[in-house]
């Protein structure tokens, strides 16, 4: 295949806001794509060489890239960077260096997918002595023989950044409507929330269609997508959605952690699927301690604690490991966590997640032994509010931010990657008017005034609306923040920062700055209002009008470990906002 082929694509993509319309595109190319083409499309379609679980990433650096092009184009360094100031997207610039720098090339030959790929991949894992060098004469190996808007979007490669707003749900709706029907994609939905791998389900489809794809199930050293629960505000509200009565479960504070065991060693995964492993060394050899199985793939929290008193620790402790490649020995020691183990999605062979949530949790039982280190979630099934209540109030004194309930009916089966009400969070804000945390995207920001010059003076926060793929704004984020925070808000947003506001972003404010939809901050609120200015829910409570949070505070709790479609949702905020309208009336 060649790789104009799929740089029209992308043209076309970029051209249009419409997820039907994307997908149509994309199901078309699907078509007429071999089946390791088609997998390697679906990676670079969304910035990526490998499943998301893959440690390697692209992600050149825009300073490297600068030299690269400059090079290849025979431009100044100067001028190029003078030019990304300007279009804030260096597959742009490139474009524009192409049309007019194309005569100096003397000679060029068609670039093939497979060569483009192959690049990319020697591009992102080269290390060491003399790697930068090894990055550009690679990249340039294929920039000499790129059009313009094949260089466009080499670059967007290089860099992570394709900007196409090609979400994994739309990736699927291609693959559905180029090789099934619509009432068959849930098949295909399915196989990639066990595999965490759209790449390797669009080349089984592919190759072996639906039964293939039927064929594909959990195994260990392939993530599996999250459950995500849905949120209320009473035991009475949630017994009864749960048919009188259900199982309740701590619900602690710190970092969700999916646990891959086998014989040659263990590995750890975050809910947005990166791999923790050697930040958490002591969970490693605490798991390795305990397990008494031969394989398995488990789900807990590792929670901070306090290994005078055993106490549970603010998630700002636990958050000091993150990310960390320098002194992990002090961190471990100076932070230490416990596993508090929840669910088994798989034990020696068996796929577990179509069992109940008893059976799961039996088995989780009898496959660990616990120690200080490594302890099952506090768990009761219980029927009465009374007895809700007072577990809850458990929860709260031993550090938890409150309970999950989980239905343990027939239906109480693991729905990898699903949000729905066979999971509900009860944590002790949602018991006031709005003293609540909420999980909301940055999309946007305000230039600082005063002593916050130089910083941002305010966030444009937003929600997520999950039936539209879109981010819809709620709250000016400026309060919660102390100096260092600033620093550092500069430094993170930095990366995703765009010349205008993103596609998929939908705001009637006009920020000073824009950002990709990317970084996810908690945020605590007073109250709900209806606002004529923000679209989170638009036209569901007021025709002319959206939701908006007042008085919006940061926490300090920067979601590292939720992706921007894992935020806050709109429906979510509007079932706050009745529940709040209905605690009034009362």
């Known amino acids: 295949m060649l790789f104009r082929d799929l740089a029209d694509v992308y043209e076309r993509l970029d051209a249009t806001t419409s997820r039907l319309e994307m997908a149509d595109i994309l199901a078309s190319f699907f078509k007429g794509a071999e089946p390791l083409d088609l997998r390697r499309s679906i990676y670079l379609t969304q910035g990526q060489l490998y499943p998301d679980y893959y440690p390697q990433k692209l992600g050149m650096a825009d300073k490297l890239l600068i030299k690269t092009l400059a090079s290849v184009t025979g431009t100044k360094e100067q ?101 099934a029907t619509k009432e068959e994609r849930d098949v295909i939905e399915r196989a990639f929330n066990v595999t965490s791998d759209l790449g390797m389900v669009g080349e089984t489809l592919s190759r072996g269609g639906l039964e293939g794809v039927r064929s594909l199930h959990v195994q260990v050293g392939n993530p599996i997508r999250a459950m995500l629960a849905e949120r209320m505000s009473s035991p009475a509200e949630i017994l009864e959605r749960m048919g009188g009565g259900c199982a309740f479960e701590y619900k602690y504070d710190g970092v969700r952690v999916q646990a891959h065991i086998e014989a040659n060693g263990v590995k750890l995964f975050s809910r947005r699927l990166e791999e923790l492993t050697g930040q958490f060394p002591d969970v490693v050899a605490a798991i390795k301690a305990s397990f008494t199985a031969k394989s398995a793939i488990v789900e807990g929290e590792c929670v901070p604690i306090d290994i005078n008193t055993g106490e549970f620790l603010p998630f700002q402790e636990v958050s000091h490991r993150r990310g960390r490649k320098h002194g992990l020995s ?48 506090e768990m009761r099934v219980l029927d009465n509010e009374d007895a809700v209540q007072s577990f809850f109030m458990e929860a709260i004194r031993d550090g938890c931010e409150g309970l999950m309930a989980k239905s343990i009916g027939p239906d109480s089966v693991y729905r990898a990657g699903s949000r729905g009400f066979l999971w509900i969070k009860y944590k002790k804000e949602y018991r006031s008017e709005l003293n609540d945390t909420v999980d909301l995207v940055v999309v946007g920001a305000f230039a600082g005034r005063g002593k916050r010059k130089g910083f941002y003076g305010a966030l444009l926060m937003a929600t997520y609306n999950e039936a539209e793929d879109r981010f819809e704004t709620v709250s000016k984020l400026g309060s919660g923040f102390d100096d260092a925070e600033l620093a550092e808000m500069l430094k993170t947003l930095e990366q995703h920062r765009i010349a205008d506001r993103h596609h998929q972003v939908s705001s009637n404010m006009q920020a000073d700055y824009w950002f990709e939809p990317a970084v996810v901050l908690e945020v605590l609120g007073a109250e709900i209002t209806v606002s004529p200015i923000h679209t989170a829910a638009f036209g569901t409570v007021k025709k002319d009008g959206g939701l908006a949070i007042r008085f919006p505070r940061f926490t300090g709790k920067v979601r590292t470990d939720k992706g921007p479609r894992e935020a806050t949702t709109s429906t979510e905020l509007l079932n706050m906002y009745r529940q709040q309208l209905k605690k009034i009336e009362e």
């Open 330 to 377: 002090e961190a471990v020691e100076e932070y230490p966590v416990r596993f508090c183990l929840f669910d088994l999605l798989f034990l020696d062979g068996k796929d577990m997640t179509d069992e109940t949530i008893l059976k799961r949790r039996a088995a989780l039982s009898s496959s660990f032994r616990t120690t200080d280190q490594l302890k099952l979630s």
């Open 79 to 179: 001028t190029v960077q003078e030019a990304q100031l300007k279009e804030g997207d260096l597959g742009s610039v490139a474009s524009h260096l192409y049309e007019t720098k194309r005569q100096t090339t003397l000679f060029s030959e068609p670039l093939t997918l497979s060569r483009v790929y192959t690049a990319l991949e020697k591009v992102s894992t080269s290390e060491g002595g003399g790697s930068q060098d090894s990055k550009m004469k690679q990249l340039a190996d294929i920039l000499h023989d790129a059009s313009a808007v094949e260089a466009k979007y080499i670059c967007r490669m290089v860099t992570g950044k394709m900007r196409l707003g090609v979400a994994s749900m739309t990736v699927i709706d291609a693959l559905s409507i180029a090789f």
